[in-house]
Protein backbone atom coordinates (compact mmCIF):
# COMPACT_ATOMS: atom_id res chain seq x y z
CA UNK A 1 0.00 0.00 0.00
CA UNK A 2 3.10 2.32 0.78
CA UNK A 3 6.02 2.73 -0.96
CA UNK A 4 8.89 0.75 0.05
CA UNK A 5 11.22 3.88 0.17
CA UNK A 6 8.71 5.19 2.95
CA UNK A 7 8.37 1.84 4.95
CA UNK A 8 12.13 2.08 5.47
CA UNK A 9 11.59 5.38 6.79
CA UNK A 10 9.06 4.46 9.51
CA UNK A 11 10.57 1.08 10.41
CA UNK A 12 13.82 2.70 11.05
CA UNK A 13 12.54 5.26 13.09
CA UNK A 14 10.59 3.45 15.08
CA UNK A 15 12.60 0.03 15.60
CA UNK A 16 13.80 1.88 18.97
CA UNK A 17 10.01 0.71 20.63
CA UNK A 18 10.97 -2.85 19.79
CA UNK A 19 12.98 -3.60 22.89
CA UNK A 20 10.42 -2.41 25.53
CA UNK A 21 7.35 0.32 25.38
CA UNK A 22 7.76 2.07 29.15
CA UNK A 23 5.23 4.56 30.33
CA UNK A 24 5.72 8.40 29.42
CA UNK A 25 8.00 6.92 26.10
CA UNK A 26 8.10 10.62 24.48
CA UNK A 27 10.13 9.04 21.98
CA UNK A 28 7.38 6.46 21.06
CA UNK A 29 4.71 8.73 21.80
CA UNK A 30 6.34 11.36 19.20
CA UNK A 31 7.11 8.73 16.87
CA UNK A 32 3.26 7.70 16.62
CA UNK A 33 1.56 10.98 16.41
CA UNK A 34 4.18 12.07 13.22
CA UNK A 35 3.11 8.83 11.74
CA UNK A 36 -0.52 9.70 12.14
CA UNK A 37 -0.09 13.68 11.19
CA UNK A 38 2.04 11.86 8.21
CA UNK A 39 -1.00 9.81 7.19
CA UNK A 40 -3.75 12.54 7.45
CA UNK A 41 -4.75 13.15 3.74
CA UNK A 42 -3.07 16.80 3.03
CA UNK A 43 -5.84 17.47 -0.23
CA UNK A 44 -9.05 16.52 -1.15
CA UNK A 45 -8.64 12.97 -3.72
CA UNK A 46 -10.14 9.91 -3.00
CA UNK A 47 -10.58 10.83 0.43
CA UNK A 48 -11.48 14.16 1.91
CA UNK A 49 -8.93 16.85 2.99
CA UNK A 50 -7.97 16.14 6.71
CA UNK A 51 -9.35 12.63 6.70
CA UNK A 52 -7.63 9.14 7.89
CA UNK A 53 -7.69 6.72 4.50
CA UNK A 54 -9.62 3.72 5.97
CA UNK A 55 -10.29 0.24 3.91
CA UNK A 56 -12.53 -2.74 3.17
CA UNK A 57 -11.59 -6.02 2.67
CA UNK A 58 -14.83 -8.27 1.83
CA UNK A 59 -14.79 -11.27 4.30
CA UNK A 60 -14.98 -14.22 1.54
CA UNK A 61 -12.41 -11.98 -0.98
CA UNK A 62 -9.12 -11.11 1.67
CA UNK A 63 -7.39 -10.63 -1.27
CA UNK A 64 -8.99 -7.54 -1.98
CA UNK A 65 -8.78 -3.72 -0.71
CA UNK A 66 -10.10 -1.16 -1.49
CA UNK A 67 -10.48 2.85 -0.16
CA UNK A 68 -13.98 3.15 1.87
CA UNK A 69 -14.81 7.17 2.61
CA UNK A 70 -16.19 7.41 5.75
CA UNK A 71 -15.92 9.70 9.03
CA UNK A 72 -15.75 6.75 11.29
CA UNK A 73 -11.79 6.41 12.02
CA UNK A 74 -11.52 10.15 11.68
CA UNK A 75 -14.14 11.17 14.09
CA UNK A 76 -12.53 8.48 16.43
CA UNK A 77 -9.01 10.15 16.17
CA UNK A 78 -9.74 13.21 16.79
CA UNK A 79 -12.01 12.08 19.84
CA UNK A 80 -9.20 10.17 21.22
CA UNK A 81 -6.61 12.83 20.78
CA UNK A 82 -9.07 15.01 22.49
CA UNK A 83 -9.20 12.53 25.87
CA UNK A 84 -5.34 11.81 26.04
CA UNK A 85 -4.20 15.38 25.08
CA UNK A 86 -3.59 16.60 28.41
CA UNK A 87 -1.50 13.73 28.99
CA UNK A 88 1.01 14.58 26.43
CA UNK A 89 3.86 16.84 26.39
CA UNK A 90 3.56 20.76 24.88
CA UNK A 91 4.95 19.79 21.87
CA UNK A 92 2.82 16.99 21.16
CA UNK A 93 -0.31 18.55 22.14
CA UNK A 94 0.62 21.43 19.40
CA UNK A 95 1.11 18.31 16.91
CA UNK A 96 -2.50 16.55 18.26
CA UNK A 97 -4.38 20.21 18.20
CA UNK A 98 -2.95 20.65 14.71
CA UNK A 99 -4.21 16.79 13.81
CA UNK A 100 -7.70 17.74 15.35
CA UNK A 101 -8.32 20.69 13.76
CA UNK A 102 -7.48 19.86 10.35
CA UNK A 103 -10.06 17.09 10.69
CA UNK A 104 -13.09 19.42 11.35
CA UNK A 105 -13.54 20.65 7.32
CA UNK A 106 -13.73 16.84 6.49
CA UNK A 107 -16.47 15.97 8.38
CA UNK A 108 -19.34 18.05 6.80
CA UNK A 109 -19.52 15.70 3.87
CA UNK A 110 -21.19 13.24 6.02
CA UNK A 111 -23.90 15.27 8.03
CA UNK A 112 -27.51 15.17 7.95
CA UNK A 113 -28.27 16.99 4.79
CA UNK A 114 -31.10 18.60 6.55
CA UNK A 115 -29.01 20.63 8.82
CA UNK A 116 -29.56 18.03 11.83
CA UNK A 117 -26.62 17.04 14.13
CA UNK A 118 -26.87 13.92 13.14
CA UNK A 119 -23.89 12.14 10.55
CA UNK A 120 -23.58 9.16 8.20
CA UNK A 121 -20.97 6.28 7.89
CA UNK A 122 -20.92 7.31 4.52
CA UNK A 123 -20.89 10.92 1.87
CA UNK A 124 -24.41 12.14 2.37
CA UNK A 125 -23.54 15.28 -0.13
CA UNK A 126 -23.13 12.38 -3.00
CA UNK A 127 -24.85 9.55 -1.24
CA UNK A 128 -22.67 6.31 -1.72
CA UNK A 129 -22.74 2.58 -0.40
CA UNK A 130 -19.42 0.79 0.02
CA UNK A 131 -17.58 3.68 -1.91
CA UNK A 132 -15.46 2.49 -4.75
CA UNK A 133 -17.11 -0.63 -4.43
CA UNK A 134 -18.31 -1.18 -8.22
CA UNK A 135 -21.69 -2.41 -9.25
CA UNK A 136 -22.87 -1.95 -5.35
CA UNK A 137 -22.70 2.24 -6.02
CA UNK A 138 -25.35 0.95 -8.40
CA UNK A 139 -27.78 1.42 -5.25
CA UNK A 140 -25.99 4.13 -4.27
CA UNK A 141 -29.74 6.47 -4.00
CA UNK A 142 -32.15 3.12 -3.05
CA UNK A 143 -30.23 1.88 -0.73
CA UNK A 144 -28.43 4.63 1.04
CA UNK A 145 -28.04 3.81 5.00
CA UNK A 146 -29.87 5.90 7.06
CA UNK A 147 -27.43 7.73 9.94
CA UNK A 148 -26.50 6.53 12.82
CA UNK A 149 -26.04 6.95 16.18
CA UNK A 150 -22.26 5.92 16.36
CA UNK A 151 -20.88 7.82 14.05
CA UNK A 152 -23.10 11.10 15.43
CA UNK A 153 -21.84 10.45 18.90
CA UNK A 154 -18.38 10.20 17.89
CA UNK A 155 -18.06 13.17 15.73
CA UNK A 156 -20.16 15.43 18.24
CA UNK A 157 -17.46 14.73 20.49
CA UNK A 158 -14.96 14.65 17.96
CA UNK A 159 -15.61 18.03 16.87
CA UNK A 160 -16.32 19.42 20.31
CA UNK A 161 -19.59 20.91 19.47
CA UNK A 162 -21.75 22.17 22.12
CA UNK A 163 -23.94 20.98 24.38
CA UNK A 164 -26.83 22.39 22.22
CA UNK A 165 -25.99 20.29 19.57
CA UNK A 166 -25.40 17.57 21.31
CA UNK A 167 -29.17 17.48 23.59
CA UNK A 168 -30.93 18.04 19.79
CA UNK A 169 -28.99 14.67 18.71
CA UNK A 170 -29.87 12.90 21.82
CA UNK A 171 -33.47 14.40 21.79
CA UNK A 172 -33.62 13.00 18.26
CA UNK A 173 -32.36 9.50 19.59
CA UNK A 174 -35.30 8.94 21.71
CA UNK A 175 -37.62 8.49 18.47
CA UNK A 176 -34.71 4.95 17.62
CA UNK A 177 -35.81 2.28 20.06
CA UNK A 178 -36.81 -0.92 20.82
CA UNK A 179 -40.86 -0.61 21.27
CA UNK A 180 -44.14 -1.91 20.23
CA UNK A 181 -43.79 -0.55 16.82
CA UNK A 182 -40.75 -1.46 15.85
CA UNK A 183 -39.82 -4.58 17.85
CA UNK A 184 -36.34 -5.81 17.98
CA UNK A 185 -36.34 -8.88 16.49
CA UNK A 186 -32.81 -10.34 16.43
CA UNK A 187 -31.26 -10.12 19.45
CA UNK A 188 -31.81 -13.07 22.62
CA UNK A 189 -35.02 -13.44 23.55
CA UNK A 190 -34.34 -12.32 26.90
CA UNK A 191 -33.61 -8.71 26.15
CA UNK A 192 -36.15 -9.09 23.32
CA UNK A 193 -38.50 -6.03 25.78
CA UNK A 194 -35.59 -3.75 26.85
CA UNK A 195 -36.25 -0.29 25.17
CA UNK A 196 -32.43 0.31 24.40
CA UNK A 197 -31.36 2.07 21.41
CA UNK A 198 -31.14 1.24 17.84
CA UNK A 199 -27.85 1.84 16.00
CA UNK A 200 -29.84 3.72 13.14
CA UNK A 201 -31.93 6.73 12.95
CA UNK A 202 -33.65 5.53 10.14
CA UNK A 203 -37.83 4.75 10.43
CA UNK A 204 -38.00 1.58 8.03
CA UNK A 205 -34.61 0.19 9.22
CA UNK A 206 -34.95 -2.91 11.48
CA UNK A 207 -33.93 -2.47 15.08
CA UNK A 208 -30.36 -3.51 15.64
CA UNK A 209 -28.35 -3.76 18.97
CA UNK A 210 -24.84 -3.47 19.44
CA UNK A 211 -23.51 -3.30 23.27
CA UNK A 212 -20.02 -1.20 21.37
CA UNK A 213 -22.47 1.46 20.12
CA UNK A 214 -24.87 2.02 23.04
CA UNK A 215 -21.47 2.08 24.57
CA UNK A 216 -20.74 4.87 22.99
CA UNK A 217 -24.18 7.01 22.89
CA UNK A 218 -24.22 6.62 26.81
CA UNK A 219 -20.65 7.76 26.73
CA UNK A 220 -21.70 10.98 24.81
CA UNK A 221 -24.85 11.24 26.94
CA UNK A 222 -22.37 11.28 30.17
CA UNK A 223 -19.31 13.44 28.32
CA UNK A 224 -22.19 15.92 28.06
CA UNK A 225 -23.99 15.47 31.09
CA UNK A 226 -27.48 15.03 29.30
CA UNK A 227 -30.52 14.87 30.65
CA UNK A 228 -30.72 10.98 31.47
CA UNK A 229 -33.96 9.50 29.43
CA UNK A 230 -35.77 6.04 30.23
CA UNK A 231 -34.33 4.80 26.60
CA UNK A 232 -30.54 5.74 28.48
CA UNK A 233 -31.96 3.72 30.83
CA UNK A 234 -32.74 0.93 28.90
CA UNK A 235 -29.88 1.06 26.97
CA UNK A 236 -27.96 0.29 30.36
CA UNK A 237 -29.45 -2.18 31.38
CA UNK A 238 -28.89 -4.19 28.41
CA UNK A 239 -25.28 -3.50 28.41
CA UNK A 240 -25.44 -4.94 32.18
CA UNK A 241 -27.97 -8.22 31.24
CA UNK A 242 -25.41 -8.89 28.66
CA UNK A 243 -22.23 -8.65 31.02
CA UNK A 244 -24.06 -10.31 33.83
CA UNK A 245 -25.24 -13.77 31.16
CA UNK A 246 -21.60 -13.32 29.86
CA UNK A 247 -22.78 -13.19 26.35
CA UNK A 248 -20.04 -10.39 25.30
CA UNK A 249 -17.45 -13.53 25.40
CA UNK A 250 -19.88 -16.06 24.84
CA UNK A 251 -21.39 -14.27 21.50
CA UNK A 252 -19.26 -11.38 21.14
CA UNK A 253 -20.38 -10.80 17.16
CA UNK A 254 -24.04 -11.25 18.06
CA UNK A 255 -24.45 -8.53 20.40
CA UNK A 256 -21.95 -6.76 18.97
CA UNK A 257 -22.15 -7.37 15.07
CA UNK A 258 -20.50 -4.17 13.88
CA UNK A 259 -17.21 -5.15 16.02
CA UNK A 260 -17.61 -8.32 16.76
CA UNK A 261 -14.39 -8.80 19.48
CA UNK A 262 -13.95 -9.64 22.83
CA UNK A 263 -11.48 -7.32 23.55
CA UNK A 264 -12.85 -4.33 21.70
CA UNK A 265 -16.19 -5.02 23.23
CA UNK A 266 -14.40 -4.47 26.82
CA UNK A 267 -12.59 -1.50 25.53
CA UNK A 268 -15.57 0.47 25.07
CA UNK A 269 -17.13 -0.90 28.06
CA UNK A 270 -14.24 0.39 30.01
CA UNK A 271 -14.28 3.66 28.33
CA UNK A 272 -17.90 4.25 29.18
CA UNK A 273 -16.94 3.63 33.09
CA UNK A 274 -14.54 6.28 32.94
CA UNK A 275 -16.36 8.85 31.83
CA UNK A 276 -18.82 8.93 34.76
CA UNK A 277 -19.48 6.48 37.60
CA UNK A 278 -22.57 3.94 36.97
CA UNK A 279 -23.38 2.04 39.72
CA UNK A 280 -24.99 -0.62 37.79
CA UNK A 281 -21.62 -0.85 36.11
CA UNK A 282 -19.51 -0.65 38.83
CA UNK A 283 -20.72 -3.98 40.38
CA UNK A 284 -19.33 -5.70 37.18
CA UNK A 285 -15.63 -4.22 37.56
CA UNK A 286 -14.04 -7.30 39.54
CA UNK A 287 -15.70 -9.32 36.65
CA UNK A 288 -14.66 -7.49 33.75
CA UNK A 289 -11.41 -6.86 34.76
CA UNK A 290 -10.89 -10.70 35.85
CA UNK A 291 -11.79 -11.33 31.97
CA UNK A 292 -9.48 -8.58 30.22
CA UNK A 293 -6.83 -9.88 32.49
CA UNK A 294 -7.61 -13.61 31.22
CA UNK A 295 -7.87 -12.56 27.75
CA UNK A 296 -4.84 -10.65 27.63
CA UNK A 297 -2.63 -13.52 28.84
CA UNK A 298 -3.77 -15.71 26.33
CA UNK A 299 -3.38 -13.36 23.38
CA UNK A 300 -1.10 -12.99 20.89
CA UNK A 301 -2.35 -10.45 18.69
CA UNK A 302 -0.46 -6.95 19.04
CA UNK A 303 -3.63 -5.33 18.62
CA UNK A 304 -5.86 -6.87 20.97
CA UNK A 305 -3.11 -6.36 23.66
CA UNK A 306 -3.02 -2.57 23.45
CA UNK A 307 -6.92 -2.85 23.24
CA UNK A 308 -6.98 -4.91 26.97
CA UNK A 309 -3.66 -3.13 27.95
CA UNK A 310 -6.16 0.36 27.60
CA UNK A 311 -8.85 -1.34 29.09
CA UNK A 312 -6.99 -2.44 32.24
CA UNK A 313 -5.45 1.27 32.93
CA UNK A 314 -8.78 2.81 32.03
CA UNK A 315 -9.56 0.59 35.31
CA UNK A 316 -6.96 1.17 37.14
CA UNK A 317 -4.56 -1.94 37.27
CA UNK A 318 -1.48 -2.15 35.73
CA UNK A 319 -1.31 -3.91 32.68
CA UNK A 320 1.48 -7.00 31.97
CA UNK A 321 1.83 -5.54 28.59
CA UNK A 322 5.32 -5.66 27.27
CA UNK A 323 7.16 -6.62 23.76
CA UNK A 324 10.51 -7.69 24.47
CA UNK A 325 9.89 -10.46 22.42
CA UNK A 326 8.82 -8.70 19.12
CA UNK A 327 11.54 -9.53 16.37
CA UNK A 328 9.38 -8.35 13.54
CA UNK A 329 9.76 -4.39 12.57
CA UNK A 330 7.47 -1.86 14.67
CA UNK A 331 5.78 -0.94 11.78
CA UNK A 332 4.64 -3.96 10.64
CA UNK A 333 3.19 -4.53 13.96
CA UNK A 334 1.51 -1.80 14.37
CA UNK A 335 -0.16 -1.21 10.74
CA UNK A 336 -0.89 -5.18 10.78
CA UNK A 337 -4.13 -4.81 8.16
CA UNK A 338 -5.60 -8.26 9.49
CA UNK A 339 -6.55 -5.96 12.62
CA UNK A 340 -10.13 -4.91 11.75
CA UNK A 341 -11.62 -2.49 14.65
CA UNK A 342 -15.27 -1.83 12.82
CA UNK A 343 -17.26 -4.86 10.68
CA UNK A 344 -19.48 -3.83 7.96
CA UNK A 345 -22.07 -6.42 9.25
CA UNK A 346 -25.20 -6.86 6.42
CA UNK A 347 -26.50 -9.76 8.47
CA UNK A 348 -26.90 -7.47 11.68
CA UNK A 349 -29.89 -6.25 10.15
CA UNK A 350 -31.83 -9.66 9.78
CA UNK A 351 -34.37 -11.54 11.84
CA UNK A 352 -32.95 -14.55 13.65
CA UNK A 353 -32.31 -16.99 12.61
CA UNK A 354 -30.86 -15.66 9.38
CA UNK A 355 -28.71 -13.14 11.20
CA UNK A 356 -27.00 -16.10 12.57
CA UNK A 357 -26.84 -18.37 10.09
CA UNK A 358 -25.84 -15.56 7.51
CA UNK A 359 -23.59 -13.97 9.80
CA UNK A 360 -21.95 -17.48 10.18
CA UNK A 361 -21.17 -17.80 6.41
CA UNK A 362 -19.45 -14.76 5.78
CA UNK A 363 -21.46 -13.18 3.28
CA UNK A 364 -22.26 -9.23 3.42
CA UNK A 365 -19.49 -8.86 6.29
CA UNK A 366 -17.12 -6.18 5.45
CA UNK A 367 -13.45 -5.76 7.91
CA UNK A 368 -12.50 -2.03 8.10
CA UNK A 369 -8.96 -1.06 8.54
CA UNK A 370 -6.71 2.10 9.09
CA UNK A 371 -3.54 2.01 9.63
CA UNK A 372 -3.63 5.64 11.00
CA UNK A 373 -5.57 4.50 13.93
CA UNK A 374 -4.07 1.67 14.85
CA UNK A 375 -1.26 3.90 15.74
CA UNK A 376 -3.50 6.08 17.66
CA UNK A 377 -4.66 3.24 20.21
CA UNK A 378 -0.77 2.57 20.72
CA UNK A 379 -0.72 6.12 21.86
CA UNK A 380 -3.47 6.05 23.73
CA UNK A 381 -1.93 2.85 25.64
CA UNK A 382 0.91 5.14 26.34
CA UNK A 383 -0.61 8.15 27.27
CA UNK A 384 -2.70 6.41 30.07
CA UNK A 385 0.88 4.20 31.41
CA UNK A 386 2.32 7.84 31.78
CA UNK A 387 -0.94 9.11 33.55
CA UNK A 388 -1.65 6.57 35.70
CA UNK A 389 2.63 6.82 36.47
CA UNK A 390 2.19 10.11 37.26
CA UNK A 391 -0.93 9.68 39.61
CA UNK A 392 1.28 6.82 41.22
CA UNK A 393 3.95 8.99 42.16
CA UNK A 394 1.57 11.96 43.37
CA UNK A 395 -0.25 8.87 46.30
CA UNK A 396 3.41 7.99 47.31
Known sequence: MYPTWLKVIVCSCLLVCVIQLRAGDSLVM?????????????????????????????????????????????????????????????GLQEAAARIIGNTLPAFGKFRNRTGRPTYNFWPTDTPAIFPNGGWLNLFNRSQALPDDLDDTGIILMATAADSAAAAKAHDIMQEFTNNGKRPVKNTFSKYRKIGAYSTWFGKKMPVDFDICVLSNVLYMVQHYRLRWTAADSASLEL????????????????????????????????????????????????????EAKTYLAHTKNFADQVLLGTTLLRWGVQSDTSWTHITTSFHRLVEDESFSFFIANMASMLPDPLKKWLGSTGAGKFYYYCPAYNNLLLLEYLALQKRMALTLRKTQ
Open 30 to 90: RKLLQRIEQLQVKDNSVFPAGSFPSYRTYALNKDRQKADVNPFFTGLIAFTLREIQADLSP
Open 239 to 290: ITNIIADKKHTEAPSYVSPHYGSIPIILYHISRLMLAAPLPALEKYRPQLIA
